[in-house]
């Protein structure tokens, strides 16, 4: 008898995997629509031919435990239209019974400093360490990820929103990802906009040296001795959304011995217009990794800025030891939580 053949690629997990959809009635346990496990992450299942167009999801045995998006998220019936042969899905994640990641799988958070000092800026700021979840229990090393506008990232947020990252590293745990620690930096409040300008601009006298230098010269000195990380360039980087994903430009182009891994959101390249010319002159004779992302409905200029700018780096004589992913979201808008959605593949992407 002609059959379609569903092929799915999970994380592993102890739950069983069954289909579901209205040839079930939607149950999401019946044993017959169990899939078979063929291998780490690997399962399968034969359906009876002439169901398409069959509208479908997968489970781990009730609607608590359901398929999720890579960032937590609940995601719309698939659709197959196949009438026979193989159809092959991959779940990135799933509802741990009801919530979208186990608890005890948070990161533990550890306050660095409420002042903590910044001599190159002359003045204080709250440094916060996100550890992972497991970090007391072992003797493992960890690369380390230092992130702007400390107050947007996690926790109750801000007036500006918030990211979230703490749930999307529990997300990012279930994948066996959780191994990175995250440095969350507050920004200067009335002073953010100079602390992140690489140079002076109408908009303000630029701090953006003094702030890396703060960064690369004071702090991570501190973290390196203070936590058990890789303190190599290969295993650091930095991460910011907005302004911070324009000082995230220039801490790649002024520090490349520094930071190995950038992670850029939404940047606002239109603050330094130089910044075309300086990737130009981007020298990294070791290999570096940048996520790129940005919404089209941030502006009309977002897209096809980051585009100039990876142009710009490519076309550097260092290009071949440069890596670029650039993600588009035809919907995005310039928010927190748009970003704390573009987290944990970033992260994974960087990282893992």
Not at 18 to 28: H, R
Not at 74 to 85: A, E, F, L, M, W
Not at 88 to 113: C, E, Q, T, Y
Not at 281 to 291: A, G, I, L, Q, S
Request: glycine share 8%; proline share 7%.
């Amino acid at each position: 008898m002609a059959s379609i053949r569903f092929e799915l690629t999970t994380p592993d997990d102890d739950r069983p995997v069954f289909i579901s959809g209205p040839f079930c009635q939607w149950y999401p346990d019946v044993e017959r629509f169990q899939l078979t496990k063929t291998g780490p992450g690997k399962y399968c299942i034969e359906l009876p031919a002439g169901l398409a167009p069959l509208e479908y999801k997968y489970t781990r045995g009730s609607w608590d435990s359901v398929e999720l998006s890579a960032a937590g998220e609940g995601v719309p019936n698939r659709v197959s239209r196949r009438q026979i042969g193989t159809r092959r899905d991959m779940v990135p994640h799933w509802r741990w019974f009801g919530l979208p990641f186990n608890p005890a799988f948070l990161p533990k958070i550890s306050l660095v400093s409420d002042a903590f000092d910044a001599p190159q800026l002359d003045t204080t700021r709250r440094i916060r360490v996100l550890l992972p979840h497991d970090y007391n229990t072992s003797n493992t090393h960890y690369p380390v990820l230092y992130l702007n506008d400390g107050q947007n990232l996690f926790g109750e947020g801000s007036s500006f929103g918030n990211w979230t990252i703490d749930q999307k590293l529990a997300i990012l745990a279930h994948r066996h990802h959780q191994k990175i620690i995250i440095v969350a930096i507050d920004h200067g409040d009335s002073e953010r906009v100079a602390e992140f300008l690489p140079y002076n601009t109408r908009l303000a006298d630029g701090k953006g040296h003094h702030y890396l230098d703060f960064i690369v010269h004071t702090l991570k000195p501190h973290i390196d001795a203070r936590y058990r990380t890789l303190p190599d360039r290969t295993h650091t980087g930095m991460g910011g959304s907005s302004m911070g994903g324009l000082i995230t430009v220039y801490a790649g182009l002024l520090h490349p011995s520094t930071f190995g891994k950038l992670l850029v959101f939404s940047p606002s390249l239109w603050a330094a217009p130089k910044v075309y010319a300086d990737a130009l002159r981007f020298y990294h004779p070791e290999p570096t990794k940048v996520y790129l992302y940005g919404g089209k409905q941030e502006s009309a200029y977002m897209v096809p800025a980051m585009q100039r700018l990876q142009e710009s780096l490519l076309r550097q004589k260092s290009s071949s030891n440069l890596k670029i992913h650039r993600s588009v979201d035809p919907k995005g808008k310039h928010t927190e939580s748009r970003w704390g959605r573009e987290f944990p593949q970033a992260v994974e992407w960087l990282f893992f």
